[in-house]
């Protein structure tokens, strides 16, 4: 009869490596900004990291749990879309590790250089020293490494294939995939339990949630805020409330505008179908869902009343 010795236990727990397929996250924890998640993975010699945090001081604690998880170096950050909240800290995790390649889209890229939507300027008249100086976000871009939509990287013997999606909840999304593990970091593209918010462009998003559940199906998906992971089905969520939204709003637009009484209609009706829904970063459900039929009555062409 086979019988495993306590001895033969020590030694297969003893040569076990980390746990392939570990995923890390940290979720920030600050009062007057909305949480967000960075995740990395453990490759052979090294850790890659996925989005960097918005404010400094929450990319210190970050990174402080980061080196809790393991003492390999950071070799590879990805930083999924341009919005603060995601490379705002870039430079403490490129200050503490020089060597590491910061890898983004072309669109991302000049994005952040440029501060084209003013976020940058908007962050640091916020939170004062607490944000990136534009100066250091420069300098942590300096060697930043431009990726293309269906590119694939060997990172220290991990195959990281990368899909970029276009304008939708922000100007472009670069979903990181490991499909030996079925894993996917995805940003922004899909939201849990708060408003989605078509910063960009509603329609696109839909036919990008669309290609997500195709592409993902059986996917554990990485997500910018909350709990994490989720599955493709909450994609097919996404989809309903977005969907949802733009019938609301088509219905209201047909003389080119939307008056403050018919936001307040499209945000009760939202509201009735998704009464849990949280707000985010210090705006109710009920200022999110308003400014999203705004947002969205905009990119119908409409003249929308504040
Ligand atoms: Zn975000």
Redesign the pocket.
């Known amino acids: 009869m086979f019988k495993l010795t306590i001895a033969a236990l020590l030694a297969i727990s003893t040569s076990t490596p980390a746990l392939a397929g570990q995923v890390y996250s940290y979720a920030s924890q600050v009062n007057d900004v909305d949480s967000?998640n960075s995740h990395w993975i453990e490759t052979e010699s090294g850790v890659i990291l996925v989005d960097a945090q918005r404010i400094l001081p929450e990319a210190e604690r970050a990174l402080q749990h980061l080196q809790a998880t393991t003492s390999k170096p950071i070799i590879a950050i990805f930083v999924t879309h341009p919005?603060t909240?995601?490379y705002g800290g870039l430079p403490v995790w490129t200050e503490a590790y020089p060597a590491a390649k910061v890898y983004m889209t072309a669109t991302a890229l000049r994005s952040i250089r440029e501060d084209s939507r003013g976020y940058n300027a908007a962050r640091a008249k916020r939170h004062g020293e607490r944000f990136a100086a534009q100066s250091a976000l420069d300098a942590a871009l300096a060697n930043a490494i431009i990726v293309q939509d269906g590119q694939s990287l060997d990172i220290d013997g991990t195959r990281v294939t990368l899909q970029e999606f276009g304008p939708s909840e922000a100007e472009t999304t670069l979903a990181v995939s490991l499909e030996n593990n079925e894993q996917v970091f995805i940003g922004?593209l899909i939201n849990v339990g708060v408003p989605a918010v078509p910063f960009e462009s509603l329609e696109n998003w839909l036919g990008q949630l669309a290609e997500i559940e195709r592409l993902y199906a059986s996917f554990e998906i990485y997500q910018?805020?909350g709990p994490a992971p989720i599955t493709a089905d909450e994609a097919n969520e996404q989809r309903t409330f977005l969907t949802k939204l733009r019938d609301l709003v088509a219905a209201r637009i047909a003389d080119e505008s939307l008056s403050v009484a018919e936001q307040d209609e499209i945000v009760f009706a939202l509201e009735a179908e998704w009464p849990f829904y949280d707000g985010v970063a210090g705006n109710t459900r009920r200022e999110m869902l308003a400014f999203d039929a705004g947002i969205v009555a905009e990119q119908m062409g409409a003249k929308v009343d504040r």
């Open positions: 967000v919005h909240d995601h922004d910018g805020h």
